[in-house]
């Protein structure tokens, strides 16, 4: 069965940049949506986004103007950046399936990473 | 934006029990509603989607309900392995947004 797995830096400074990856094992990342979701220390569930490997994408507005999410069926893995990192990103970074029709996701996230955790700090 | 609201926050309960979460949406997401449970340190786990479809492999004592705006998600007799915290999710329009959970604890 399809089995996702988050890898990235564990700590990354104010100001940079974070740069996680999402790789899938048993399927294609080209039959599924991609999507990010965080969690910060001791809090909920927040949704990043997501990309298909067609090229369509979909992002948080909170976060859109930091954020790409992009997918390499190559690699059969997909990446999310995100810019101008501030403490408050700190958080675990989770990667999902979805499946999306006609704008929604019926389905919801059926196979998830076990995430990784960012901390951003100097 | 879709505001996803979750009562209670916390509950605490006992084996056995009848328990019984909502979940409120600030404008109608007709069946666009997905249940999670989340464990400490593990990844939320998918229970039921479209509202009431239970996901393959989760107990039958798990159900939900509901449309439009109000939702339900009843344990019908809580049993120790379902001790966590749910999240709902509105999957109907961009951003896909969580509750902000309710955790069911050991009474």
């Known amino acids: 069965q399809v089995q996702l797995q988050e890898s990235g830096p564990g700590l990354v400074k104010p100001s940079e940049t974070l740069s996680l990856t999402c790789t899938v094992s048993g399927g294609s990342i080209g039959n599924f949506y991609c999507s990010w979701i965080r969690q910060p220390p001791g809090q909920g569930l927040e949704w990043i986004g997501y990309g298909h490997y067609r090229g369509s994408t979909n992002y948080n507005p909170s976060l859109k103007s930091r954020v790409i999410i992009s997918v390499d069926t190559s690699k059969n893995h997909c990446s999310l950046k995100l810019k101008s990192l501030t403490a408050a990103d700190t958080a675990v970074y989770y990667c999902a399936r979805d499946m999306i029709t006609y704008g929604g996701s019926l389905n919801g996230l059926d196979v998830w990473g076990q995430g990784t955790t960012v901390t951003v700090s100097s | 934006d879709i505001q996803m609201t979750q009562s209670p926050s916390s509950l605490s309960a006992s084996v056995g029990d009848r328990v019984t979460i909502t979940c409120r949406a600030s404008?109608?997401?007709?069946?666009?509603l997905i249940w999670y449970q989340q464990k400490p340190g593990k990844a939320p786990k998918l229970l039921i989607y479209a509202a009431s479809t239970l996901q393959s492999g989760v107990p039958s004592r798990i159900s939900g309900s509901g449309s439009g705006t109000d939702f339900t998600l009843t344990i019908s007799s809580l049993q120790p392995e379902d001790f966590a915290t749910y999240y709902c999710q509105q999957s109907y329009i961009t951003p896909f947004s969580f509750g902000p959970g309710t955790t069911v604890d050991i009474k």
């Open positions: 404008q109608s997401i007709s069946n666009y």
